[in-house]
């Protein structure tokens, strides 16, 4: 079992940035993979991005590339995700997961740990 407790949402205004943790329980974080999630108000739930479970790996899609990054620290059990150059179109809550690989850490993915997810407004 694995349980993640998202944190760093807030509201940041058009053009800032912000940096969400995801802190994982278990002794076996460094063998999954990490990934977030979106979803914005009245949308599907879309893929952000994925690191692989030693780090040296990460992809983010297309609507986040260039702003976004993900980081993981294996000794802190915790993944990041930096977002720069935020936009009024990245409101959404945003979760993290946790898959045993990558195969489901994609758009239309069933990861199969999810965090609660933290709320993210940012304002024009």
């Known amino acids: 079992q694995v349980q993640l407790v998202e944190s760093g949402g807030g509201l940041v205004q058009a053009g800032g940035s912000l940096r969400l943790s995801c802190a994982a329980s278990?002794?076996?974080?460094?063998?999954?993979?990490m990934g977030w999630f979106r979803q914005a108000p009245g949308k599907e739930r879309r893929f952000i991005g994925r690191?692989?479970?030693?780090?040296?790996?990460?992809y983010v899609g297309d609507s986040v590339r260039g702003r976004f990054t993900l980081s993981r620290d294996n000794a802190k059990n915790t993944v990041y995700l930096q977002m720069n150059s935020l936009k009024p179109e990245d409101t959404a809550v945003y979760y993290c997961?946790?898959?045993?690989?990558?195969?489901?850490?994609?758009?239309?993915?069933?990861?199969?740990?999810w965090g609660q997810g933290t709320q993210v407004t940012v304002s024009s």
């Open positions: 997961v946790a898959h045993p690989g990558l195969r489901e850490l994609r758009d239309g993915g069933a990861p199969d740990y």
């Open positions: 278990g002794r076996t974080f460094s063998s999954y993979g």
């Open positions: 690191i692989s479970p030693s780090g040296d790996s990460t």
